[in-house]
């Protein structure tokens, strides 16, 4: 997944995307403890939004005002999975960026300025957020298989998925997955090399 995901770096940049796909490359259990809570997030909230829709579909007596109670039954049940989920995705990319410092340091040593540095961190973000992604989308894609094929004689049309919704969801992911990556790399980029490559030994 992470080679995968590391593509767009590739093509689109010569030099940081290439390096930010060669770390990630050589640091794959790194990218996946990172991607972890970018799946849990994602996929969690697909499977209940996509389970809702399927049973409204199936449902078919239920009135206006029911599915409606139901929606909003189904945003209080993920408010909580979402915070505590966003909460994850945050620390454990706040504490696997802190962990880099003297590396960053090496690199500024070696004549990498703080702007190639963060678009660095920036494209192993990228590579972050589309490797839970891609994971998250195998995972889903394999639970409504098996759900389609439980519920197929009972559906009339096929039920519409809240396509909106989840691109949200995405969305979000990706936000904070870019945050929770430069962020603490904009604060370790502000110590100075030296003294980094130091208080690191």
């Not at 880099?100 to 703080?114: I, S, V, Y």
Request: hydrophobic share 55%; charged share 10%.
């Amino acid at each position: 997944m992470a080679l995968l995901s590391a593509l767009p770096g590739r093509l689109l940049s010569r030099c940081t995307g290439r390096l930010a796909a060669a770390n990630s490359g050589a640091a794959g259990r790194r990218v996946a403890a990172m991607a972890g809570p970018v799946l849990l997030a994602a996929g969690l909230s697909t499977m209940l939004l996509c389970g809702n829709a399927v049973s409204q579909a199936v449902d078919t007596t239920q009135t206006a005002l029911q599915q409606h109670n139901n929606a909003v039954g189904m945003r209080i049940l993920m408010t909580p999975l979402l915070v505590y989920t966003a909460l994850g995705i945050l620390n454990t990319l706040l504490l696997a960026t802190r962990q880099r410092r003297k590396e960053f340091a090496a690199l500024r040593l070696a004549g990498g300025t703080k702007a190639q540095l963060l678009r660095m961190l920036g494209w192993e973000s990228v590579v972050v957020v589309l490797s839970g992604l891609l994971m998250a989308g195998l995972v889903i894609t394999a639970f409504l298989t098996g759900l389609s094929a439980r519920i197929a004689p009972y559906l009339t049309a096929p039920a519409p998925l809240p396509w909106g919704t989840l691109a949200q969801v995405a969305a979000g992911c990706a936000g904070l997955g870019v945050l929770g990556v430069l962020v603490p790399g904009v604060l370790v980029l502000r110590v100075r090399p030296v003294r980094a490559i130091r208080s690191a030994e």
